[in-house]
């Protein structure tokens, strides 16, 4: 099969950029021929002063890209194409291009942007719907993207064209939501349930498991409001015995939160900074547990998957995807979400355990060998682009039978 696979970087690397590296590799690995359109949001560097106009439009519709695009499934005729993002430099114009070439499309769903223009469901320190609920203008009147209400403006234009133009219901064969907790909130946004597939997200190649407890909790992740890091200096805080904490990740809370464990005089944290991805298994091979204190509706979180390849049972707060993956007791451990009390006293239990803490990270491992591995994720993968590649009147006819 001959797949276009397309992904809009961001600045910053995160969960969305491995997985489509992971996927490209898995398809590269079962004989496919893939062809990777990528395009950066550091090209937005590019549009200052007097080009910000443009690059608004661009956000909207580029048709620059969507000639190119169409130049591109003119070129290599592929059976499917698979997108990843398209925010911000490659705009949502190439659905147009693939409906007019007749090319299956399949969407995976790594946020929330079609329904939220920051993309979280996150606003002021709390879970927000009200875009979903009501109006995406609610989030111009709260600047919810980068605090800004022009640039929220944007994002909720261009939300709001591509409704009206029927780009998702129409030029979207396939979407992949990566829980079943995604899959209804995206239900709940309007998208045709039929066509919304679960697949999560997997590791790939193995990293193996940890060979000894663990010597420290870890944290890693994008160090950002929604994430909740100060919520776990919080519960490092009320802790009776010392316990190290190392802190994987960059972002814009990173010398926030090293003050705030300068105020709080807890000795035992360390900021690692951020690392490449095979440094930061390697950290994470020699935690006891992880800990993921994040406050938004996360839709599969790579760190987690990634805990679990490794055997490291995590401790999570209670909330969205989070509570369906995490089997509390289980592979690990949950907690109210802003509860700094209730997850010092999970701590500091976990710390003291470590025999039970070593038999929930050795049942993450079986969990990620079941579900989350590359075996175990190409079926899925190879179903999802089965349906989106069945015409449509067989595809209902199916449905019915």
Not at 27 to 48: F, I, M, P, Q, T
Not at 201 to 218: K, T
Not at 236 to 260: A, D, H, M, Q
Not at 320 to 334: C, F, P, T, Y
Request: proline share 6%.
């Amino acid at each position: 099969m001959k797949i276009i696979l397309v992904h809009n970087t961001y600045q910053r690397p995160g969960g969305e950029d491995v997985v489509f590296d992971q996927e490209r590799l898995l398809l590269e690995a079962h004989g496919h021929d893939v062809v990777a359109y990528r395009r950066s949001n550091w090209e937005v560097e590019r549009y200052k002063g007097v080009k910000l106009p443009a690059l608004a439009w661009r956000t909207v519709w580029s048709e620059n890209t969507r000639k190119e695009f169409r130049r591109l499934l003119a070129e290599h005729r592929p059976d499917l194409v698979h997108i990843h993002n398209t925010f911000v430099m490659i705009s949502p114009s190439i659905y147009s291009a693939c409906l007019e070439a007749g090319v299956p499309v399949v969407q995976t769903l790594h946020n929330y942007r079609l329904s939220c223009p920051a993309a979280t469901f996150y606003r002021d320190g709390r879970v927000c719907e009200e875009c979903r609920e009501h109006s995406l203008w609610r989030s111009v009147r709260y600047g919810c993207y980068r605090d800004s209400r022009p640039a929220t403006a944007v994002v909720a234009l261009t939300i709001a064209t591509h409704r009206q133009l029927g780009t998702w219901t129409q030029g979207v064969n396939c979407f992949v939501a990566l829980s079943e907790f995604s899959r209804r909130k995206f239900i709940e946004s309007g998208l045709p349930p039929g066509r919304i597939f679960v697949k999560p997200n997997f590791v790939y190649p193995d990293p193996n498991a940890r060979p000894g407890q663990g010597r420290y909790a870890l944290f890693v992740g994008r160090l950002s409001p929604e994430k909740r890091v100060d919520t776990v200096l919080a519960a490092w805080s009320r802790l009776c015995s010392s316990i190290p904490l190392v802190v994987v990740g960059g972002g814009p809370e990173l010398l926030t939160l090293k003050k705030t464990v300068d105020a709080l005089g807890v000795s035992e944290v360390r900021f690692l900074g951020q690392l490449s991805r095979q440094s930061t298994l390697d950290v994470i091979k020699a935690a006891r547990f992880l800990i993921f204190s994040s406050e938004w509706y996360e839709n599969f979180p790579m760190t987690i998957a990634e805990a679990f390849a490794c055997g490291i049972p995590v401790i999570c707060s209670r909330l969205g995807a989070m509570q369906e993956i995490v089997d509390h007791g289980r592979i690990g451990l949950q907690f109210s979400p802003g509860n700094p009390a209730e997850l010092a006293d999970l701590v500091a239990w976990a710390w003291g355990h470590p025999e039970d803490m070593k038999a929930m990270g050795d049942e993450a491992r079986r969990e990620y060998e079941k579900k989350y591995t590359a075996e175990a994720n190409y079926p899925k993968l190879m179903e999802i682009y089965r349906h989106a590649l069945t015409p449509v009147g067989d595809a209902a006819a199916a449905a019915e039978s």
